[in-house]
């Protein structure tokens, strides 16, 4: 479905803690999903992919499951630092003649304190 | 090798006004998407362009329209600015289809 603004979800964790942040998405057509992070006064940053042809996909100090049937996606953050504070999307595409076309989460506010 | 390249950082027109924006994307990478960031809305897709030709388009008024040059350059175009157009302009690039998204840091519009 389309991105809709709301109060942003926050999740506050210590440092040296693992994150979990979720996303559930609504089209069924979708086959490729990204995380990206974003800081303050920049653009998002990649941070993994997984396609729907996969289930989990793990990235340095990030994993990315994916469970299609309850079309729910989900980051976990190893070793959360401090660094690692900033607002997280989730984003989809639907293949066929989507192209470029992104439709993001609402975004997640990760806080990590000392 | 250079990001994704937005032109310029801040801008502040008046209503009615109009706006280009630019965007290069990282060399070799043909498809350019822009997107507008609200705090309201988050980000919304407006279009995608690949060798030249729009191949998607999202949800928003013929006010906002783009162009990619055959240097994979692009830029859009907003025309007639109302309040609401104030927002963060986000293009990304791609090498291919579904190949990561890469964006840049943005254009932060401001519409008084």
Redesign the interface.
């Known amino acids: 479905g389309?991105?809709?603004?709301l109060h942003l979800p926050t999740l506050s964790v210590q440092e040296g803690d693992n994150s979990i942040i979720n996303c559930a998405y609504s089209n069924s057509a979708s086959?490729?999903f990204?995380w990206?992070k974003q800081e303050s006064?920049?653009?998002?940053?990649?941070i993994i992919?997984i396609?729907s042809n996969m289930d989990k996909r793990q990235g340095q100090r990030v994993t990315v499951l994916l469970n299609k049937t309850v079309k729910h996606l989900s980051l976990q953050i190893a070793a959360t630092q401090p660094g690692d504070s900033a607002v997280y999307?989730c984003?989809e595409?639907a293949?066929g003649?989507?192209?470029?076309?992104?439709?993001?989460?609402?975004?997640t506010i990760l806080t990590v304190h000392p | 090798k250079a990001g994704v390249t937005q032109t310029p950082r801040y801008l502040i027109k008046t209503r009615g006004q109009q706006v280009t924006l630019s965007c290069s994307p990282i060399s070799g990478h043909r498809s350019v998407s822009w997107y507008q960031q609200t705090p309201g809305q988050g980000l919304q897709f407006l279009f995608e362009y690949f060798s030249e030709t729009q191949r998607n388009k999202g949800n928003f008024p013929g006010r906002f329209s783009g162009r990619q040059f055959s240097n994979s350059r692009s830029e859009m175009n907003v025309s007639t600015l109302e309040l609401g157009d104030s927002a963060l302009y986000l293009c990304a690039s791609s090498l291919r289809d579904n190949y990561g998204y890469t964006f840049g840091s943005g254009t932060r519009l401001t519409v008084v």
């Open positions: 389309e991105s809709v603004g086959d490729y990204i990206y006064g920049k653009g998002p940053q990649f992919d396609r999307f984003a595409n293949g003649t989507s192209y470029g076309k992104l439709t993001f989460g609402q975004g």
